[in-house]
């Protein structure tokens, strides 16, 4: 389990490629909840998930357990 420092979904990426089977995400929604209450925690949510999908994407993973070390350089 990874947590501490989570703040992006490459954070997510990069905790999974180096052997994380859980990442914790708190901040962030913390943080959206205070600026916009649950209409912000969504928002932020939706955000997260858009660019751990667009980041796999541009690793040619089509699949979390495709993300190992070999996604590393």
């Known amino acids: 389990m990874m947590d501490s420092g989570i703040r992006r979904g490459s954070d997510v990426l990069k905790a999974l490629a180096l052997g994380a ?3 914790f995400l708190g901040r ?8 916009g209450g649950a ?21 040619g993973a089509q699949t979390l357990s495709d993300v190992n070390r070999s996604v590393i350089a």
């Open 21 to 23: 089977r859980f990442v």
């Open 28 to 35: 962030p929604f913390i943080y959206a909840a205070s600026v």
């Open 39 to 59: 209409e912000g925690v969504r928002h932020a949510i939706t955000l997260l998930r858009d660019e751990v999908d667009r980041n796999m994407a541009m690793l």
